[in-house]
């Protein structure tokens, strides 16, 4: 198969203003991935899938990745004049980068046995429903994947014929699989809470009456005194 | 097979042109999630134009307990147990696709007992998830009960096997990165040898009873035809897609394990009904029963673990990695994203049976309700794995 930075080439020489970035991979792998700009990954996809040295037909794994606001610190060496002398000092610099969600596709092809091919997209900020161009129109198998990313971790994926929830229920509201996601803490009711699911318990559970000596799960103070 | 079967073309069967009464009204049905035939809880929901299905949208989430977020939230060695929980009845080819993908990310290498151990695992379960799918799938057309426990004798000998050397019948939990838990001993291959040499007479013997059988030709050829564009298009792996004349198997394409040294064939379909992938299970078992012979006859003692792996405490480089393997249901993947520290930054499971299911809803059209139990059936899908 090509190298990555040859396919690089020829996507902008065949989608004209299409821009493309290979990020780096540091495992014994060797999977290096290309990023893609949103504004023609749709065009970028159709040449992946019909170019006739290439032809990736088959999207094998398609997948969201969160990644939060990050701090990435460098070192570097620079030569200044102390007290007439020149001297190396290390310099360290912070570069902030804001968080944005991943959308990952592993290509492979069928007909010419060959891959992965691994093509990304990364949305503008972490916003809820976050849109990206859905590939699903190019292969099929991005169907349901596209709409498992939607549901766990809020991209909106616009193209996607039937975007719906696939794996939560359609009333759930968060999206679990962010790094920022909380877990309800009323999500599971137990009839005798104890411990640290008592504590928590207490913040939900409204009083119940002690006619049949029932234990109460919380304080007087908490109970709602009804209007009179 | 050894049984007679008539060809689709001399069967003549002609399309379904079922007309009903209720012509141009739809009835909703919701079938599942608590059916006999959805082999778990999937629910389907199914527009029906008296017994002809028009629209058919799958329902999924019933067991999802959010396996990738657990996956980053523990170990790298903690996740290996877990992934026995995906495809329940696959646990040891799910162990060696994460196995897999965690020695891509940090480039272990794997002795050659353990590679051997490896395949023969791989290929006992192929030989059990086959045998009792196609017994399932004849529990679906209404054979109630005697196929399927034919297959469960054989099955039941395979998971002794897996007993016997795991301490598990289908939580293994057996593969670490780098080689395998357990040595096998002799005694276990000798074991394994008289269950692998007896497998061919339980083909022969199933092979007669189901697979040229009238019922089941007529309630499988023609029936939920698949063409080879879709199924590559909607990225269909499996014997679900050699059936459709695909001749695409990781085991041949990537080479993974010693896969390369082993002589044997791929089944491949010609029409992608629900026949040829029943037929497709039936050919892949003599295939694995071959693997299995000559994996048996080449294993030599040595070690089976890579003693330079830090099992514990593990911490691979910062990076990704994606490793496949063809499993009996599919192209099994696991995507891992490490930040360095002790939890994968993302684990995902690219679930076979999960994906397959991309396109019932075109193999159902135009079909009667009681089809849609077979079609569902020859997909082969467990929950445990759909859902996550």
């Known amino acids: ?228 | 097979m050894s049984a007679t079967v008539q060809t689709l073309e001399a069967m003549e069967r002609p399309p379904v042109t079922m007309t009903s009464r209720l012509e141009g009204e739809l009835l909703e049905v919701s079938m599942g999630p608590q059916h006999p035939s959805t082999h778990g809880v999937f629910r389907m929901n199914v527009a029906l134009e008296g017994e002809i299905v028009r629209k058919l949208k799958p329902v999924f989430g019933y067991l999802h307990r959010n396996h990738e977020q657990i996956g980053e939230h523990t170990t790298y060695l903690g996740s290996m147990p877990y992934t026995d929980r995906l495809d329940y009845f696959c646990s040891m080819t799910n162990n060696w696709a994460y196995a897999l993908s965690v020695e891509k990310l940090a480039a272990i290498e794997v002795p050659e007992r353990a590679q051997y151990l490896r395949v023969i695992l791989a290929e006992l379960t192929r030989l059990q998830n086959h045998a009792s799918l196609l017994g399932f799938l004849l529990s679906d057309m209404g054979a109630w009960g005697t196929p399927l426990m034919y297959a469960f004798r054989e099955r039941e000998k395979i998971l002794d096997l897996f007993e016997s050397l795991s301490g598990a019948r289908m939580m293994c939990d057996y593969m670490r990165f780098g080689g395998c838990r357990v040595d096998a001993s002799d005694e276990w291959l000798a074991a394994a040898k008289k269950i692998v040499d007896r497998f061919p007479k339980f083909l022969d013997e199933f092979g007669e009873l189901i697979l040229g059988n009238e019922i089941v030709i007529a309630r499988t050829q023609n029936v939920g035809r698949l063409s080879a564009d879709l199924a590559v298009s909607a990225g269909i792996t499996g014997p679900m897609l050699r059936a459709c004349g695909v001749n695409y198997d990781v085991r041949k394409v990537d080479g993974y394990g010693f896969y390369p040294r082993f002589k044997f064939r791929i089944p491949l379909g010609e029409h992608g009904d629900t026949y040829d992938r029943l037929m497709m299970r039936a050919l892949e078992m003599r295939e694995s029963v071959e693997i299995l012979k000559q994996a048996l006859a080449l294993i030599q003692p040595g070690p089976i673990l890579n003693s330079k792996v830090k099992i514990r405490a593990f911490r691979p480089p910062v990076g990704e990695a994606y490793g496949r393997i063809e499993a009996p249901k599919g192209e099994l993947g696991f995507y891992l994203i490490s930040d360095g520290g002790p939890n994968p930054y993302r684990y995902r499971v690219r679930p076979p049976s999960f994906i397959n299911l991309t396109i019932l809803e075109d193999m159902c059209l135009g079909h009667v309700v009681a089809d849609v139990m077979v079609i569902l059936g020859s997909v082969d899908i467990v929950m445990g794995e759909v859902d996550r």
């Open chain 1, 1 to 228: 198969m090509e190298l990555l930075e040859q396919i690089k080439a020829r996507i902008e020489s065949s989608v004209p203003g299409a821009k493309t970035d290979i990020v780096p991979n540091g495992t014994p792998s060797q999977q290096h991935s290309l990023l893609i700009d949103n504004a023609h990954a749709l065009a970028v996809a159709h040449f992946l899938r019909d170019d006739p040295t290439l032809r990736l037909d088959f999207c094998s794994n398609v997948t969201g990745v969160d990644w939060l606001d990050r701090v990435v610190k460098k070192t570097i060496k620079i030569k200044t004049v102390v007290d007439g002398f020149e001297k190396e000092v290390d310099q360290t610099t912070e570069e902030k980068i804001p968080g944005y969600l991943e959308a990952v596709y592993h290509l492979y092809s069928m007909a010419h046995k060959h891959g992965p091919v691994i093509i990304r997209m990364r949305t503008e900020g972490r916003a809820k429903c976050a849109p990206l161009p859905s590939l699903t129109p190019v292969w099929r198998s991005a169907e349901f994947q596209e709409r498992e990313i939607f549901d766990l971790y809020g991209i909106r994926f616009d193209g996607h014929p039937d975007l719906r929830r696939i794996l939560m229920w359609d009333e759930f509201e968060d999206y679990p699989m962010r790094k920022d996601y909380v877990q309800p803490d009323d999500f599971e009711w137990e009839p005798t809470p104890h411990d640290e699911v008592l504590a928590r318990a207490k913040q939900h559970y409204t009083a119940r009456p002690e006619l049949d000596g029932a234990e109460k799960i919380t304080s007087h103070s908490d109970v709602a005194t009804p209007d009179k």
